[in-house]
C-alpha cells in the first residue's frame, strides 16, 4: 500500500519537534478531530535555514511533512512557496488515493508559516 520511501519518513521522521525562536509558524488542523500540523520556521537572507514540525497524525501526514521539510530546507522563501502538493507526493513517490491529500497539510501549514513572517514584519532578516 505505502512506499518504501513512505515508511522510512514515517518511522524515521526528519526535523521533528520545536524550533527556539523561530521566525515563522504555521497550524492547520485540529488537534480534537483528526490531523494537526504546526510548521516553524528559522529564516536568514530570505532563504528558510531551519525548519521543524510537530504533529498529531497517520503515517502518511507524517511522511509528507518530514519529506517536505527536507526539500524547503535552503530554499528561498519565494521558492518554498511555489512547492505544490504534487511535488511533495512526487518526492515520495506517490500515495495510496485516499492519503494524497495528506500533503496538503504540509504545503498548507509551510505556507501559513512563510506568510506569518512576512506579516510580523521580519522580511528583512
Not at 521558492?79 to 498548507?108: F, Q, R, Y
Request: net charge negative; aromatic share 8%; with cysteine.
Amino acid at each position: 500500500m505505502y512506499k518504501e520511501k513512505v515508511f522510512e519518513h514515517f518511522t524515521s521522521p526528519r526535523n521533528v519537534g520545536h524550533l527556539e525562536n523561530a521566525d515563522g509558524t504555521g497550524t492547520v488542523g485540529d488537534p480534537s478531530c483528526g490531523d494537526y500540523l504546526r510548521i516553524y520556521i528559522k529564516v536568514k537572507y530570505h532563504r528558510i535555514v531551519d525548519i521543524k514540525f510537530e504533529i498529531m497524525g497517520c503515517p502518511a501526514a507524517i511522511a509528507t511533512s518530514s519529506i517536505l521539510t527536507e526539500m524547503v530546507k535552503g530554499m528561498s522563501l519565494d521558492e518554498a512557496w511555489m512547492i505544490s502538493d504534487e511535488d511533495v507526493l512526487s518526492a515520495l513517490g506517490g500515495l495510496p488515493e485516499h492519503k494524497e491529500h495528506c500533503s496538503n497539510l504540509s504545503t498548507g501549514a509551510l505556507k501559513e508559516a512563510i506568510n506569518n513572517y512576512v506579516i510580523q514584519g521580519s522580511g528583512n532578516k
